[in-house]
């Protein structure tokens, strides 16, 4: 491999984490205008031209503000975590199967549920080194979740890659040129999306941050930067859900507008469900998990096996 491809791999991975970097900004934008006029309001509009500079004004308010820390938390632990987190959002992004320069994984699937078994660490740390009660409650509440889910998300998963029989990202377009996966596994593809609402802790399952009961939860001590970069992963982390949700379910990844067209559209989804939907009861999410979606995912697991070896 020669020099100048490694400048360029690294070229093509800074410019793809920028671009990650504006999306997630006006990500934010978005959802504050969708749930504006869900709710009969404006949503942010004074900023720059109907609000379009809102995000990069947040940004400055966040970094520019005075960063604080529990006196008696656990500081390094503490002060890395969001880092982490962060780091480990923006690292799933390397598995967008581009068709050129970037890194291609022959095993880009086995890598994204790595990384996100990773996340579960970071929201565990932040909500322990805080050594708050509140904190450590909705750590807690966050990780039993989070693991719950990704119980189920990988077994929906197994399903995809059992009818590709690949881990590369790339195969999910050549397999999906005649119909898309989403006709072929529907009660599968929305179990996938209510999985991934609760693995991003997003409305109705945003129990990490149940605002009402527990003080906005595992990050309740965090300010200012650190704030701002566990808000960045988990807008980060829908993004890349919805990337998934395309890959998988829409077609694979092309390069049109369509393409972004469909990503734009499930990004959408997740904000429409948070304007629409009131917030589960923490048991019901927990018995949803063990008693509805992996019974499902199980049987059709074998279904697609079966089918896989028959034909």
Same mark, same amino acid.
């Given at each position: 491999?020669? /020099?100048?491809? !490694?400048?360029?791999?690294?070229?093509?991975?800074?410019?793809?984490?920028?671009? !990650?970097?504006?999306? $997630?900004?006006?990500?934010?934008?978005?959802?504050?205008?969708?749930?504006? &006029?869900?709710?009969?309001?404006?949503?942010?509009?004074?900023?720059?031209?109907?609000?379009?500079?809102?995000?990069?004004?947040? @940004?400055?308010?966040? /970094?520019?503000?005075?960063?604080?820390?529990?006196?008696?938390?656990? %500081?390094?632990?503490?002060?890395?975590s969001p880092v982490f987190s962060f780091l480990m959002s923006l690292m799933i992004w390397f598995l967008m199967p581009y068709y050129?320069?970037?890194?291609?994984? *022959?095993?880009?699937?086995?890598?994204?549920?790595?990384?996100?078994?990773?996340?579960? %660490?970071?929201?565990? !740390?932040?909500?322990?080194?805080? *050594?708050? *009660?509140?904190?450590?409650?909705?750590?807690?509440? @966050?990780?039993?979740?989070? +693991?719950?889910?990704?119980?189920?998300?990988?077994?929906?998963?197994?399903?995809?890659?059992?009818?590709?029989?690949?881990?590369?990202?790339?195969?999910?377009?050549?397999?999906?040129? =005649?119909?898309? /996966?989403?006709?072929?596994?529907?009660?599968?593809?929305?179990c996938w999306f209510s999985s991934s609402l609760a693995e991003t802790n997003r409305t109705p399952f945003d129990f990490a941050e149940?605002?009402?009961?527990? $003080?906005?939860? /595992?990050?309740?001590?965090?300010?200012?930067?650190? #704030?701002?970069?566990?808000?960045? @992963?988990?807008?980060?982390?829908i993004l890349f859900m919805s990337l998934l949700f395309v890959l998988l379910y829409m077609g694979g990844y092309s390069l049109d507008?369509?393409? &972004?067209?469909?990503?734009?559209? +499930?990004?959408? =989804?997740?904000?429409?469900?948070?304007?629409?939907?009131?917030? &589960?009861?923490?048991?019901?999410?927990?018995?949803?998990?063990?008693?509805?979606?992996?019974?499902?995912?199980?049987? #059709?697991?074998?279904?697609? =096996?079966?089918?896989? +070896?028959?034909?």
């Amino acid at each position: 491999m020669m /020099f100048i491809d !490694v400048v360029l791999i690294f070229l093509g991975c800074l410019i793809l984490i920028l671009g !990650v970097l504006i999306g $997630v900004a006006f990500l934010t934008l978005l959802e504050r205008k969708v749930l504006g &006029y869900i709710q009969i309001r404006k949503g942010p509009n004074k900023v720059g031209f109907m609000g379009i500079l809102q995000p990069f004004s947040d @940004a400055v308010k966040l /970094f520019t503000k005075e960063q604080t820390y529990p006196i008696f938390s656990n %500081y390094l632990c503490y002060y890395f975590s969001p880092v982490f987190s962060f780091l480990m959002s923006l690292m799933i992004w390397f598995l967008m199967p581009y068709y050129f320069n970037l890194i291609s994984f *022959n095993l880009g699937l086995m890598f994204f549920l790595c990384c996100t078994s990773m996340g579960v %660490y970071m929201v565990m !740390v932040a909500g322990w080194s805080s *050594n708050s *009660n509140y904190a450590l409650l909705g750590g807690l509440r @966050a990780l039993a979740q989070t +693991i719950s889910y990704e119980v189920s998300l990988a077994l929906i998963l197994m399903s995809s890659i059992i009818l590709i029989m690949d881990f590369n990202m790339m195969y999910f377009n050549i397999y999906q040129n =005649l119909i898309w /996966f989403l006709f072929l596994m529907m009660p599968l593809s929305m179990c996938w999306f209510s999985s991934s609402l609760a693995e991003t802790n997003r409305t109705p399952f945003d129990f990490a941050e149940g605002e009402s009961e527990l $003080v906005s939860g /595992f990050n309740i001590e965090y300010s200012s930067g650190g #704030f701002a970069l566990i808000f960045l @992963a988990e807008y980060s982390s829908i993004l890349f859900m919805s990337l998934l949700f395309v890959l998988l379910y829409m077609g694979g990844y092309s390069l049109d507008f369509f393409f &972004y067209i469909k990503l734009s559209f +499930i990004s959408f =989804l997740f904000i429409w469900v948070r304007g629409t939907l009131p917030r &589960y009861r923490y048991d019901k999410l927990m018995y949803l998990a063990w008693k509805v979606y992996l019974p499902i995912s199980l049987n #059709f697991l074998m279904f697609y =096996l079966g089918l896989k +070896i028959f034909f």
